[in-house]
């Protein structure tokens, strides 16, 4: 089955009612199984049990940005080969990328407290993750001020892109913008350095979240399409009364 | 089941609980959405509303 | 190449001519400063220190705002159906819209920069440096701004949303514009870092923002 063949929604929904429960299971005995290990990972010799914090920041800053990426891949469906399904992909990515979003800061927030003693540090990553996150919000806001959704959709797909090509540059200005107002005295964690105790229980929690994304996305994608349907419905049946 | 996480449980336990209720809620909102959308779709087609091809808007294959 | 010298010859008489918004801007920078010393108090030391964000901040948002109407009136008259329709690359022709905005609205600002450094208690050197920063700045708020301005006129949406869509896309340009006048007055870093850094914001969104426009006017306008 090619991109061609999905391009039809209704092949795309009987695709999507197959694979569904599969995903579902699959990321839940994944989570299941990352969760577990995350519980009996040994304690950092520096910060102890807020390690444990890490198995869950990590995929959520992870998917913040995937999420972005699959959103760009999306636009350019939109613009340059005319998807008919590449809107409804990048319409029902943008809510769950900015919850992942959402919670990357927060579990991020929490972590600094004990790490920093404050819960909010204007440090490098934080601040990136909190543009990320307003440009996030930012374009569920042009999803929702325009009823038109083949309107929408260009508009959002030109934002995503110019986006995507800010990204990188909005992330070097505050690292650079970071090390020139705060002493390093930040503590950095992560890095290459990671042991393998670590390791395993960040990449299974990592993969499962990936999953759970494709699964809550490919989900969303099928209300999607059914909503479009229903305006369709409804506004034949506005126009079939107007007749 | 006994885990110490040290002096800072209650984070550790937060971010948790952060987590599982933002999935929660997630999971929630596309289920209902689902459910409100072939409702909706359903209701349309009992009073005649048909699509284009006459092919049931909710049917799959 | 006269047919884009003609378009930017008529939006900077457009611009500046009775009902056109150029100057407004300047008034609304000139509000913005003057409202400072209100919120942070009358502390000349402490004005001077901030002195260089505040002109930052007061000019981003007077671009900001200026922008809002770049291709809406040219949607209202019509014209900008005749400019897509045009045989000039759309790319040109936005970019030559920008350019004549930039002359119109960016530059006043700077001009301005030195009068308003005096309230903020800005020694020469420092004035002198932000309205360089400004200078090589404002370009990029421009050209970022106008996609935002391209995206309003096809969603028939402008105002806030457009704020909200192109204020996180400058943060570079504000964290690098700052930094540099910063450098000169504080110290302890070279001007130069940064200022080029800001000249290649401004040559990059040079690029970006032509391009990105003129693609959502051509997808968004039917």
Sequence with gaps: MSLIDLANPTRFLALTARVLPWLAATTVILLTIGLYQSAYAPDDYQQGATVKIMFIHVPNAWLSMFVWGVMSIASLGTLVWRHPLADVAAKAAAPIGAAFTFLALLTGSLWGRPMWGTYWEWDARLTSVLILFLMYLGLMALWRAVDDPARAARAAAVLTLVGAINLPIIKFSVDWWNTLHQPASVMRVGGSTLDKSFLIPLLVMAIAFTLLFVTLHLAAMRNEILRRRVRSLQMMQASQKAA | ?61 | MTALSALIRRDIRIALRVGGGALIGVLFFLTVVVLMPFAVGPDLALLSRLGPAILWLGALLASLLTLDRLFMADHEDGSLDLITMSRTPLELACAAKALAHWLAAGLPLIVATPVLGLLLNLDMVATVAVALTLLAGTPALTFTGMIGAALAVTLHRGGLLMAVLVLPLSIPVLIFGVAASQAVIVGPMTFGAPFSILCALSLISLVIGPFAAAASLRHGLD
């Design chain 2, 1 to 61: 089941m006994t885990m110490s996480l040290g002096p800072y449980a209650s984070f550790i336990v937060t971010s948790y609980a952060a987590a599982a209720l933002v999935v929660v809620i997630l999971i929630g909102w596309v289920m209902l959405d689902y459910r409100s959308q072939t409702q909706r779709l359903r209701e349309l087609e009992e009073r005649g509303i048909t699509r284009r091809s006459g092919r049931n808007a909710t049917e799959l294959r």
